[in-house]
């Protein structure tokens, strides 16, 4: 997980509260991405960004949103918890897109809204 | 929805013996990556193997793609016990910017 940092580790909200989490890269990777990982379901694509202030929905974008305001730094704000979102949320990056590359992924925050 | 699907969802084997695991997918690629997930960590690209691609391999794995069938296999060859862990497929769609679709993944448990 060189060089990609997730902010928090764990974190504990309630109902209703905004959660913002963050992801640091120091690759310069242009591409970043939000995923959501869940038993049964796989890695599910939240948001991702192609570049400074270039960001799309994924599968999964309801509820959430993102920025991007420098290359290293992308965040993921949770407007208004609700339990469903309780996950675990993984950033990855890429450098020259996944067609040449694979990703690198942080170690994930793991939220568990009550 | 998920674009791949692991098979088996889940594999124990005794170490030494060799692992193999299968991914379909639902519509054309680029290329399709295979990725390991050890217990509470991120997941760490394994091999990429582009649409063009029949065979590839690096180390003790080796992964086929079969473009007709949109599926692929991983296997690894001579397993440890350092090899359990959960994988996944994941594909990278034509015209998705670079977009992965992961599978459900399948867990290795490698017993000594």
């Known amino acids: 997980d060189a060089g990609i940092t997730q902010s928090p580790r764990h974190k504990v909200t309630e109902t209703g509260t905004p959660v913002t989490l963050r992801c640091h890269q120091t690759?310069?990777?242009?591409?970043m991405y939000w995923y959501r990982q869940d038993p049964g379901h796989g890695l599910r694509l939240i948001h991702y960004?192609?570049?400074?202030?270039?960001?799309d929905k994924g599968e999964v974008s309801d509820g959430y949103s993102v920025s991007r305001s420098k290359t290293e730094d992308f965040l993921l704000t949770l407007e208004s918890a609700t339990s469903s979102q309780t996950s675990v949320y993984f950033c990855?990056?890429?450098?020259?897109?996944?067609?040449?590359?694979?990703?690198?992924f942080g170690s994930g925050t793991r939220l568990t809204v009550v | 929805s998920q674009q791949g699907e692991e098979d088996p969802q889940a594999l124990s084997i005794q170490e030494g013996e060799n692992a193999t695991m299968n991914c379909s997918y639902k519509t054309s690629i680029n290329n399709l990556q295979w990725y390991r997930q050890n217990s509470g960590r991120g997941l760490v690209h394994l091999i990429l193997i582009r649409s063009n691609e029949r065979e590839k391999h690096s180390g003790r794995l080796r992964v086929t793609l079969d473009t007709s069938k949109k599926s692929s296999s991983l296997l690894i060859t001579a397993s440890r016990a350092a090899d359990t862990a959960s994988y996944f497929c994941a594909t990278d769609g034509t015209g998705t910017a670079s977009k992965l679709t992961f599978g459900t993944g399948t867990r290795l448990q490698v017993t000594l």
């Open positions: 990855a990056t890429t450098g020259v897109g996944a067609a040449n590359y694979g990703y690198t």
């Open positions: 690759e310069n990777h242009r591409y």
């Open positions: 960004s192609y570049g400074v202030k270039d960001t």
